[in-house]
């Protein structure tokens, strides 16, 4: 069963969309979950490390040399100044964790900071501080001047909307054409390595706009995608959401499971096995 809406698990998805948004370079791209800087709990989100001289292909990877730490903020998460100099400190911490003296140069580290929302405050500040913003592409920004290494904050919802669907579809306000791209884009993605990454996005996206699927479903026959390209069956999501919003609808106005049921207009003949759940 996936996680119910208010527990999302949103960093192992965005992974998930970092490995399809670079899917082109992905064979010369080591992606690390987490990496550990240290035995002490001091982990980055994700460290990719990108093997030889050739570019990225995607725009989120334009500015990536060979070792790349990136900082994901949830859709509940703020992202602010002290936000930005941890990254920045973290990737100082893996240049000195190297295993020789100067093994990993700063000419060859990057930082990337992903959020959904547009940290109107952060830049204000980074301005303040003396740094420089240029937005080098929609919805991605590079941060200059006064850094030992390049940087830069992507800001998801700003990307543009035919190539990066994977990003933004990470949200709690899923657009339903970008959903619909997403699926779409996908079914041609048929390696293990890409069905995992697009089964992982889809079970966060749908956790979170669950409506928007649902519709969807009505009107385009999307469910077939959706079963096809999720491991939990669309269906026993369904039965979990619904069951949750029963009981929402209990507690809230203090009414019996067969008022809330009707008040959802849930069909006769399915409430018995809501009953037996509750």
Partial sequence: MTDSPDKIQWHPAFYAAAGLELRENREELDLIPEYNLSKEPIRIDLLI???????????????????????YKSPEDGLTIDDFYKTV?????????????????????????????YPKELFLAL???????????????????????????????RL????????????????????????????????????NDIDSVL????????????????????CEALRRLMKEDFDELESAVLLKNIKNVMESFHVTAEQAMEALKIPSNERATYLSKL
């Fill in 49 to 71: 490390i990108k093997d030889g001289g050739k570019s990225i292909k995607n725009e989120i990877g334009h500015i990536m040399k060979t070792y790349n730490v990136i900082e």
């Fill in 203 to 222: 079970q966060v996206s749908v956790n979170a706009n669950f409506e928007v699927y649902q519709e969807l479903r009505r009107e385009n026959g999307m």
């Fill in 127 to 157: 301005k303040q501080e003396g740094h420089e913003i240029e937005e080098a592409y929609p919805g991605i920004y590079y941060v200059t001047n006064k850094l030992p290494f390049l940087a830069q904050v992507v800001v998801t919802s």
């Fill in 160 to 195: 543009r909307k035919e190539t990066h669907s994977s990003l933004r579809i990470l949200s709690k306000h899923a657009d339903k054409a970008d959903v619909e791209r997403f699926l779409e884009k996908t079914r041609k993605m048929t390696s293990p390595r890409e069905q």
């Fill in 89 to 117: 400190g973290y990737a100082c911490l893996y240049k000195g964790y190297g295993a020789s003296v100067n093994q990993i140069r700063l000419s060859e580290l990057t930082i990337s900071l992903f959020r959904e929302a």
